[in-house]
């Protein structure tokens, strides 16, 4: 019986997940959804684009010093070749509303509704805010759980990076 009992054990440690999550170096998962503003967006709609993928809520109070931080380097864009795209997981789009009529400066990158946060899901989401830097292949080259304004440099520095990489 223990003899039994140790392999079960093995077996799930060995075992591995089918549906593992995406991991940096792997082509970030597509998926479609609707904005704020309802327009049907696909994450393959950007491809080309350097994508920062924001997942939030407006429950979350790092997210409050995030999105600030958010519009401010989104508002200094110009002709930087990249997109945000804010990934709200409130269950009632009126909270996600409150949240950001509280802004200084609303976002104008698009704002995606997960209510019944399946992007959330195919992500495995756990941690609000969490950030994922995509390049313009498709492909995850940074992830990052939680925000404070030391990250700032952080993020800066990556999304810097992969426009530069990206443009040779």
Known sequence: MKKIFGLLILGFVFLGRVDASPQIGQVAPNFECV????QTVQLSDYR????????????????RE????????????????????????????????TFLSQLDDRPSFPILLDKEKKIAALYEIE????TIFIDRQGVIRFWHHGFTKSHKEKYR???????ERDNR
Do not use: H
Not at 35 to 38: E, K, N, S
Not at 157 to 163: D, G
């Open 35 to 38: 904005t704020a503003d309802g």
């Open 48 to 63: 080309g684009k350097v994508v920062i993928l924001d997942f939030w809520a407006s429950w979350c109070g790092p997210c």
């Open 66 to 97: 995030e999105m600030p931080f958010l519009v401010e380097l989104y508002q200094l864009k110009g002709e930087r070749d990249f997109e945000i795209l804010g990934v709200n997981i409130d269950n009632k789009k009126k909270n996600m509303e």
């Open 127 to 130: 941690t609000m805010p969490t």
């Open 157 to 163: 520095a990556e999304l810097q990076l992969l426009l």
